[in-house]
T-cell receptor, first 110, second 116 residues
Framework: DAKTTQPTSMDCAEGRAANLPCNHS???????VYWYRQIHSQGPQYIIHGLKNNETNEMASLIITEDRKSSTLILPHATLRDTAVYYC???????????FGSGTRLLVRP | NAGVMQNPRHLVRRRGQEARLRCSPM?????VYWYRQLPEEGLKFMVY????????ESGMPKERFSAEFPKEGPSILRIQQVVRGDSAAYFC??????????????FGPGTRLTVL
């Protein structure tokens, strides 16, 4: 079973920031938080991951609370192409099997 | 810098036939993972392989399914005597060094298997 809980669906307006929350209250000290997304029926696309500190890359920012029990993925300027299912996953490292939950279905509105 | 490649992208088989799905990992990656996504469901882990070794096959069905990652060539997921319930999208992912938190799994485009 997935160790994370996410809202089933969200929407935001094009050009605005999309903030996707994730709860992982049972996360272990050695587990990272990974975010992937799946656009329509394509292969999952890696977005970002982090351990304790906030992380930022060209796609998104990841904000992890100090107690590490929750995190937020931020897409700063959402576009229509960001419409996808977003998965938050906790995992010890890249060599461990990824356990996908139901994810959040994000709809970006024109 | 080619990503993970999978072929074929679409595969149609009749019940009872064999399906062979191929996965070439990203350059420099020696770890391969297979996942299955049934229609309208999430991805489920099947198997994790390194070159010539199966590391974790806890998600593989006990019968008809097998996987290999030979020293040379792509990883192969083989399904014998396919049934309609095998119809799904099969995704392969690859990663580099293990135990390194800076690494991650990268996915291929998938193979969509349809069993008639």
């Amino acid at each position: 079973d997935a160790k994370t809980t996410q809202p089933t669906s969200m929407d935001c307006a094009e050009g605005r920031a999309a903030n996707l929350p994730c709860n992982h209250s049972t996360i272990s000290g050695n587990e990272y938080v990974y975010w992937y997304r799946q656009i329509h029926s394509q292969g999952p696309q890696y977005i970002i991951h982090g351990l304790k500190n906030n992380e930022t890359n060209e796609m998104a920012s990841l904000i992890i609370t100090e107690d590490r029990k929750s995190s937020t993925l931020i897409l700063p300027h959402a576009t229509l192409r960001d419409t996808a299912v977003y998965y938050c996953i906790v995992s010890p490292d890249s060599s461990y099997k990824l356990i996908f939950g139901s994810g959040t279905r994000l709809l970006v509105r024109p | 810098n080619a990503g993970v490649m999978q072929n074929p992208r679409h595969l149609v088989r009749r019940r009872g036939q064999e399906a062979r799905l191929r996965c070439s990992p990203m350059k420099g990656h020696s770890h391969v993972y297979w996942y299955r996504q049934l229609p309208e469901e999430g991805l489920k882990f099947m198997v994790y392989l390194q070159k010539e070794n199966i590391i974790d096959e806890s998600g593989m069905p006990k019968e008809r399914f097998s996987a290999e990652f030979p020293k040379e060539g792509p990883s192969i997921l083989r399904i014998q005597q396919v049934v309609r319930g095998d119809s799904a999208a099969y995704f392969c992912a690859s990663s580099g060094q293990t135990g390194i938190g800076t690494d991650t799994q990268y996915f291929g485009p998938g193979t969509r298997l349809t069993v008639l």
